[in-house]
């Protein structure tokens, strides 16, 4: 099997912010908002000529997927409403340059991520409500689909990757995927290309130029990769409440422990998680979806760095089936979930879950176990490849959701 370090270097990315923003952030009602609520073209353009984000949108956004401890951004260059964030060069007058905002945003996103470490991906539709040739003459619509992303595989340096959407609206088509994805090969030979399946396919492999898999929501699975000729890595798309764009009366978000325990998840199984935030038409992501993630960042703080070079090895938890390990060279990280606060019962809510945990299918012998977030060591006994950690409970004042315990292996 084929396995590219690129590839290699995309996992151990682990975690990622996806971002839809574009004109239908203005009008505040889900990314599908043309379509969804029967919006005319007539109206929909009051919104492309409102759509104006502030200069400071794409710097505050970088900030904010630094803080919240994502390596990387995947931002909607186009939609599926068919308008693009960045300058055309002539292949369209429906583009940022010639709304509103009269710039070009994806070279002020590129900017942004280089200047704080983060990987710029760019997310581009392949269906498009907008462009006549998409239902009248396919093969002219795909020339420009292809020009299209060769602009931005051109004109912004190194990119991560590209993150494609909408084959599945038309399933009986020849989308030419091979001359699209010779494009990128022209410009970016290892950007990681990604081609979603869409929720009724999660994590099927496609085409053999892609070189991840996707799960839309949910949960992922572990990769079978028996027979495969090429080494797949897989990311799983989540969103932070129901939808994917900016909602001005959505209130229906996710838990942070929720949250936590999805990145985990994704993680026990070697995918990257990519979470994603719907910015107002200003470019601004709002005070709940700041607080949500500024409150992974912490608990990745915590547990190191193995939430993003770990890579999973087999352990698993007799007793706790969500419990795990991951391995970076010789050390071994356990995530234990669901810890109570230990305490006096008249000030803390009372929990379960401390005590000792099993793991087996361990690599070696353990020489030691402690929390990633305090001092002191774990007692531990061994017996062959089956370990029992004696996992104590959080101090009061302290409830980390999952808990990391670090062991070194000789």
């Known amino acids: 099997m084929i396995v590219k370090e690129y590839i290699k270097d995309f996992e151990k990315l682990g975690f990622g912010m996806f971002v839809h923003f574009g004109p239908y952030s203005v009008i505040g009602r889900g990314e599908w908002a043309k379509k969804t609520h029967n919006i005319s073209w007539d109206e929909y353009m009051k919104a492309v000529q409102a759509f104006n984000p502030k200069p400071t949108w794409a710097a505050e956004l970088a900030q904010a997927a630094k803080e919240a401890g994502a390596r990387y951004i995947t931002l909607t260059t186009r939609h599926h409403e068919g308008f693009s964030l960045y300058d055309t060069r002539g292949l369209s007058t429906y583009d940022a340059p010639h709304s509103a905002a009269g710039r070009d945003l994806i070279r002020e996103y590129v900017d942004a991520c280089n200047d704080v470490g983060i990987v710029p991906f760019f997310y581009h539709t392949t269906l498009d409500w907008y462009h006549p040739d998409f239902n009248t003459n396919f093969k002219s619509y795909l020339q420009y689909l292809r020009d299209s992303v060769e602009v931005l595989c051109s004109e912004y340096g190194k990119i991560g990757g590209l993150w494609f959407d909408g084959n599945w609206s038309k399933p009986g088509e020849d989308w030419e995927e091979d001359a699209l994805y010779g494009v990128i090969r022209k410009h970016q030979p290892e950007a990681i290309i990604v081609n979603n399946t869409g929720l009724s396919a999660r994590g099927e492999p496609g085409n053999l130029q892609l070189d991840?898999?996707?799960?839309?929501?949910?949960?992922?699975?572990?990769?079978?990769?028996?027979?495969?000729?090429?080494?797949?890595?897989?990311?799983?798309?989540?969103?932070?409440?129901?939808?994917?764009?900016?909602?001005?009366?959505?209130?229906?978000?996710?838990?942070?422990?929720?949250?936590?325990?999805?990145?985990?998840?994704?993680?026990?199984?070697?995918?990257?998680?990519?979470?994603?935030?719907?910015?107002?038409?200003?470019?601004?992501?709002?005070?709940?979806?700041?607080?949500?993630?500024?409150?992974?960042?912490?608990?990745?703080?915590?547990?190191?760095?193995?939430?993003?070079?770990?890579?999973?090895?087999?352990?698993?938890?007799?007793?706790?089936?969500?419990?795990?390990?991951?391995?970076?060279?010789?050390?071994?990280?356990?995530?234990?979930?669901?810890?109570?606060?230990?305490?006096?019962?008249?000030?803390?809510?009372?929990?379960?879950?401390?005590?000792?945990?099993?793991?087996?299918?361990?690599?070696?012998?353990?020489?030691?176990?402690?929390?990633?977030?305090?001092?002191?060591?774990?007692?531990?006994?061994?017996?062959?490849?089956?370990?029992?950690?004696?996992?104590?409970?959080?101090?009061?004042?302290?409830?980390?959701?999952?808990?990391?315990?670090?062991?070194?292996?000789?």
């Open 212 to 410: 991840s898999v996707t799960f839309e929501q949910g949960r992922p699975t572990p990769m079978n990769r028996e027979g495969m000729s090429k080494y797949f890595a897989a990311e799983m798309c989540h969103t932070l409440n129901a939808h994917w764009g900016c909602g001005h009366s959505d209130f229906n978000y996710k838990s942070l422990p929720h949250l936590i325990e999805t990145l985990c998840a994704c993680r026990k199984v070697g995918a990257n998680y990519l979470l994603n935030v719907g910015p107002t038409g200003e470019g601004e992501i709002t005070l709940l979806q700041e607080a949500l993630l500024r409150g992974i960042g912490d608990w990745i703080s915590l547990g190191g760095s193995s939430i993003y070079e770990g890579k999973p090895c087999g352990v698993s938890c007799e007793d706790a089936p969500k419990n795990f390990a991951l391995r970076i060279d010789n050390k071994l990280y356990f995530y234990v979930h669901d810890l109570s606060i230990t305490g006096d019962s008249n000030v803390t809510v009372a929990g379960g879950g401390a005590g000792d945990k099993v793991f087996t299918g361990v690599p070696g012998r353990i020489k030691s176990v402690k929390w990633t977030d305090c001092d002191g060591n774990l007692a531990f006994t061994q017996d062959g490849d089956k370990v029992t950690i004696g996992c104590t409970g959080c101090t009061s004042g302290k409830s980390l959701v999952v808990r990391v315990a670090e062991a070194e292996i000789e």
